[in-house]
Every structure is written in C-alpha cells, then in structure tokens.
C-alpha cells in the first residue's frame, strides 16, 4: 500500500520550487539592501517560548501547536512562527552587546494544527524579518518600506497593506476596559468562543472569524480612538513617512492581530486571488517581548510572509520557471553513449546545462524526450558523427539540423558561441 504524506504537509514539486527560490533569491536581494543579516533559528523550541510570547489565549497556542513529551520529560514544540525563536536567540546569545540595533531575517517552515483548505496547510513556510533594538518611528516605516519594496519587485499582485495602531501599556487598559464592557453588553450575540475569551483577552472579538459574531460586533469600540498622546503621534510620524515614499497603507481599524506580544504599529498584506486566506502577511511592533523573555528592556518590530501565499499571488515571472537544459546530448549506440557522458561531464563542470538520454533509446524518442525537457538543440553523435569526430545540431526551435558542425573537442564556451552563429546565420539566411 501506497503511503502518503501526512494531511496539510505538502511537497513542492519541480514545477513549483522554481518559484519558491526565485521568491527567495527577490528578498535576499531585498533584505541585502536594507542591511538585513539572516540567522537560521532551529524548529524545535521549548513549549514555554511560545506560550509565553505569542499568548496563552490565542488560537495558536489554545489549540494549534504540535506539542510533544521529550523522553527527559520536557516539553517541546514545533515552532508555530520565527519571531519567538528569533528573540530567544537575541537573549540568548547576547546581540545586544554586539550591536546597537540587530536586523535579521529567516526563512523556513512553520507548523501551525489548523484545518487545511487553500492557502492554509499545517507546514507553511515563512520569510520573516525582525528589527531589535529601536522603537522609533522612522524604524518602523524603515520596516514597511522593505516589505512595500519586496512586495514590488514580487509583483503581488492586488497586495495591500493595511495599518493599525495596537496602543501600548498606557493606553491600552483602557480601550481593554471599554471593549471589556461592550462584549459584556452583547454576550448574547457572541459566538461561543468569543463569549469564553472575553474576560481573558477581549481583542480576540474583533479577530473573529464567525460572521454573525463580527457582525454584530460592528460598531465595537477600536483602539485607534483610544491611543495616548505618544501614540498617536508614533503612529501619525510612520504614515507621514510613508506617505513622503508614496507609501500608503490602507487603516484597517480592526485588525488586532492573531498573536498577543504586538503594541503599537501592526500590519497585514492582504492580496488577490487567495479566496478567503487572503493575508499573505503580517507583523508589527513588540516592545515588550525581548524584556518577557529575559533579556534587555529592548523593543522590536518585524514582519512575516507566508511563502505558500505568495506563490499563489505572485505572478507568472519568467525568472521564476525552472531553468532548461541548454543542449541535449542524443547518441546513437554504445559508444557514442560513453562519448556523450564525457562530453556532458566536460561541459557540466565548466558550467554549462547539460541533459543528455541513456539505455539505447530510438533517435525519435530522444528527440521527444528533448522537446520535453524544453532543449532548445539536440546535439546528435551517431556513428558517423563518432568517427569524424564532429556532432550534428539540431535547432529545436527552428526545426533545422546542421550536419557535423561541431567539434566534439569543443569547450563549453565555444559550444555556445558555435550555436549562436548557426542560429543567427540560418535567421539571416532566411531573411
Ligand atoms: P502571522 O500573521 O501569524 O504572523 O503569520 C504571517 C503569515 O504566515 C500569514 O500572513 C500567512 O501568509 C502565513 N501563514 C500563517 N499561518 C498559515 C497557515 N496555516 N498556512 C499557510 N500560511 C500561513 C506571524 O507569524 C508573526 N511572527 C509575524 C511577525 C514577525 N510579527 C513580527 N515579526
């Protein structure tokens, strides 16, 4: 019997990983020019980690993580996103004494137990990035304006980002209260769950996913009517410095985030053609967490975007296909084949794409399997190629050969070049 993988775990396939490295190749480039450096966090952490940063009463931690017993008894957890992870290491290994602002960036798999559908798998994999160190407003519209460029150069398509301000320790008990009492208000229009988390952590009701719920929660209070004076101009700074880039994100005054360790600055990518997971992704400001976490009273914000999401929303970029043999070697008996293995490793190690077919195959097969692998020449070497020395090139676009036209001496860069000048002289000839 067949076995097969595990539901909400996928494979990427060769069709599909093309795209994934392309993604990354983009936001290296990107993070590289914001002066981002990556650290690679591991995927297993102490449960404590997350249960303490990302929130007790969150979805995550309530009922989404993969939690085991190691056989010494402690408690571990397939980490549910890089942010946790990323301050653990901060603490851990001190950066703050190395650098006065630390700019990091991670990509990797994520393990949330969620009920898969389209865009929402159990492994998903993030590309994150995280600023600790600064609380500044410039930092943040720093940080927008990477994930504003990367999202450019993907080229999204329909991204927008969307805005909100969390409040901080000052303000926010009050808002807290002042939500507190509307949802006890309407406790009886709550869905559920809503209704269980009131007391522990009100803001859950304005993430809610049960329509009912959310609507009849409309006119909820929001936090942005309640930010204390420090606040409001943190927030009024970042968007005037967006705006100077022509930067505008969308206010969405609801949005409070899935995960509890956010103040201030928060913020979600929503794009087009996701259905109804349309957040490719999200972040904001956490000032307090390196400090819950043991270490220095150190604030931070960061971002994460969910790779699977982008590559459903990204568009079709010719750099984003997998790359194609430049020559197919197609020989034609014993001999020739142990010929074209060393003319392929030859030119392979001089780093030339090289495919080349094996086991005595037909020409007309070879040639089907050339076209398959998208070739554009089939390099024959039959009999009386082998004794001359030479090999006939099939132009796969064209559909013309030119007998014996290439030495089988030929370097790989003089190979190329022979190959332009019979493609262009068989264009102008036909002109
Ligand atoms: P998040 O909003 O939980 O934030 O996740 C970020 C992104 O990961 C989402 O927008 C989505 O694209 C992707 N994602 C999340 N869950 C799934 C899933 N089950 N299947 C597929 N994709 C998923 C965070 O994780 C924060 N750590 C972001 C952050 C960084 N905040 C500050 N720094």
Redesign the pocket.
């Known amino acids: 019997m067949k076995i097969m993988s595990v539901k909400g775990f996928h494979d990427v396939l060769p069709d599909e990983s093309a795209r994934w490295q392309w993604i990354e190749q983009q936001a290296r480039e990107v993070f590289a020019r914001y002066a981002f450096a990556e650290v690679r966090i591991p995927i297993v952490e102490r449960t404590e980690l997350f249960s303490r940063s990302i929130g007790e009463t969150t979805d ?1 931690v309530e009922k989404e993580m993969y939690t085991f017993t190691d056989r010494d008894g402690s408690s571990l957890t397939l980490r549910p ?3 946790a992870s990323i301050v653990r290491a901060y603490v851990e290994h001190a950066l703050n004494q190395r650098e006065a602002v630390s700019k990091l960036f991670y990509f990797g798999p ?1 393990f ?1 137990r ?1 009920r898969p559908q389209k ?4 492994q ?1 994999s ?1 590309v ?1 990035a ?1 600023v600790i160190g600064r609380d500044d407003a410039a930092t943040d519209a720093e940080v927008l304006l990477l994930l504003h460029d990367l999202l450019s150069r993907l080229q999204v398509s329909g991204a927008q980002i969307e805005l909100n301000s969390l409040g901080c320790f000052a303000c926010r008990p009050a808002y807290r209260a002042a939500l507190l009492a509307y949802g006890e208000a309407h406790r009886q229009v709550l869905c559920e769950n809503c209704s269980r988390r009131l007391e522990r952590n009100p803001l859950r009701l304005l993430d809610c996913k049960d329509r009912a719920c959310r609507e009849s929660t409309a006119d909820a209070p929001v936090m942005i009517d309640y930010l204390c004076t420090p606040c409001r101009a943190h927030f009024d700074t970042v968007c005037a410095l967006l705006a100077r880039e022509g930067v505008e994100p969308r206010l969405n005054r609801r949005m409070v ?3 509890d360790y ?1 103040c201030r600055t928060a913020f ?2 929503v794009a087009e053609g996701l259905g109804a ?1 349309n ?6 400001r ?1 000032d307090g967490l390196v400090k819950a976490l043991g270490g220095p009273d150190a604030p931070g ?6 790779v ?2 982008l590559v459903l929303a990204v568009a079709d970029h010719e750099a984003a296909r997998p790359s194609l043999p430049e020559v197919f070697i197609a020989p034609m008996g014993s001999a020739a084949e142990a010929e074209a293995m060393h003319l392929a490793h030859r030119w392979r190690c001089d780093g030339m794409r090289v495919e080349m077919a094996s086991g005595g195959k037909s020409l007309k097969s070879q040639m089907r399997l050339a076209d398959k692998v998208g070739s554009p020449y089939v390099l024959i070497l039959g009999e009386d190629e082998l004794a001359a020395q030479v090999l006939t090139v099939r132009d796969m676009v064209a559909k013309r050969d030119f007998p014996r036209v290439v030495a089988l001496s030929s370097s790989a860069t003089a190979l190329r070049q022979a190959l332009v000048q019979l493609t262009s002289a068989a264009v102008e000839q036909h002109a």
């Not at 865009?119 to 159990?122: D, E, Q, Y």
């Not at 957040?279 to 904001?284: F, L, N, S, T």
């Not at 914000?301 to 969910?306: C, H, K, P, Q, V």
């Open positions: 995550i996103e890089g942010t994520m949330r969620e865009g929402r798998l159990r998903f993030q994150g995280e985030r899935g995960l956010y979600e990518v997971q957040a490719v992704g999200g972040g904001g956490y914000i960061g971002f994460a975007l969910g699977e999401r």
